[in-house]
């Protein structure tokens, strides 16, 4: 995946930049061989002497590039070819707007790229406002790999970084941090322009420690508690839900289950916790399956958590477009409108 994420940062429409590819002490010389193979001068590499957490490699490209922007891209994601184009835009538009992103085309099969939209649509975000999308939508907007930073807004502002004692949830204290403290707007690109691959051990699919994503998800809940009381969080607790209860869903749930017993086995743990939960996680997919549509999947016959995923993926074979309510997501060759 590393090759394939090198290969579409080297195919940016966006001519001046430089890869530094950051090797965190692994094992043999296969990351370093990686880089080398393509033999492209702008591409760079490093090597931590000791293995490092995640926060802080992070930290360390944030305090080691010496470009006007930068980006922390993931070596499992892929860019498509106009993603920093667009998004240099922005931050060359605007220069009061500090960070900016986009939405992503969700995948957990082959690199698929999209036609290049016609235009794009930037919603900015000022004090607040980001927490009050949050609020809305009740979900993270932003991926670290899109996300485009101004380097010296993040220069000026030495706070602003991972926190690793926050734990699985600091990329979104971040942003979160960022929309509250930073002397800066932030921008969301409503379009998708990279491709978030969900796999057995990616972040958003590895089974990690239940009580760490819930300490996590405590912390960032304070901060919300503490800056915006008067804000409704419900919403972004249900993600939180959703974060600190992944490996425990992923336990309950398979494809002989009933939906009839996946309804039960959701009110159950609902009721436990006294919390909403606003989707789940199947397998190494992602899909989304709010009440009400696994309900309307019964009235269509289906039985089991395994029809549902066959239908969803026969239609994906099909490129049907399965429109349902709230937000978007990219996956596959569906787009998929919740």
């Avoid at 966006?14 to 370093?32: P, Q, R, T």
């Avoid at 051990?201 to 009580?211: L, R, V, W």
């Avoid at 709230?326 to 787009?335: A, I, P, Q, V």
Wanted: hydrophobic content about 40%.
């Amino acid at each position: 995946m590393l090759k394939e994420a090198i290969q579409s940062a080297l195919d940016q429409t966006y001519g001046d930049f430089k890869i530094i590819v950051l090797d965190n002490a692994s094992m043999g010389e296969s990351i370093f061989d990686a880089a080398a193979s393509f033999g492209d001068k702008r591409i760079g590499y490093i090597r931590h002497e000791r293995s490092i957490s995640g926060e802080d490699n992070f930290n360390f490209a944030f305090d080691h590039n010496e470009s006007e922007y930068f980006i922390v891209f993931h070596d499992d994601d892929i860019m498509f070819p106009w993603m920093i184009e667009e998004e240099a835009a922005v931050l060359d538009k605007y220069p009061d707007v500090g960070i900016v992103g986009c939405k992503p085309l969700l995948s957990a099969g082959a690199t698929k790229i999209p036609p290049r939209p016609s235009a794009v649509t930037p919603s900015f975000y000022g004090k607040k406002e980001f927490v009050a999308e949050l609020c809305r939508v009740g979900y993270n907007p932003l991926i670290p790999s899109c996300v485009l930073f101004r380097a010296e807004a993040m220069r000026q502002n030495t706070n602003l970084r991972h926190k690793k004692e926050i734990g699985p949830c600091s990329d979104i204290y971040l942003w979160v941090e960022c929309d509250l403290f930073g002397p800066f707007k932030m921008c969301i690109i409503d379009e998708p322009l990279f491709q978030y691959r969900i796999h057995a051990m990616s972040g958003t699919a590895y089974d990690t420690n239940a009580a760490m994503r819930e300490a996590s998800a405590a912390k960032l809940d304070n901060l919300l508690r503490e800056e915006c009381p008067e804000m409704d969080l419900s919403r972004i607790w249900e993600f939180f839900v959703i974060f600190s209860l992944l490996p425990q869903m992923r336990r309950y749930i398979n494809r002989d289950m009933t939906l009839d017993d996946l309804l039960a086995e959701r009110k159950r743990i609902e009721d436990e916790h006294g919390w909403s939960l606003p989707d789940w996680r199947f397998e190494d997919k992602l899909a989304v399956s709010y009440l009400e549509d696994i309900a309307m999947a019964v009235k269509a016959g289906w039985k089991t958590v395994g029809d549902y995923l066959d239908a969803i993926a026969e239609a994906e074979k099909l490129g049907i477009r399965v429109s349902w309510k709230r937000h978007k997501m990219w996956f596959g060759d569906s787009y998929i409108q919740v």
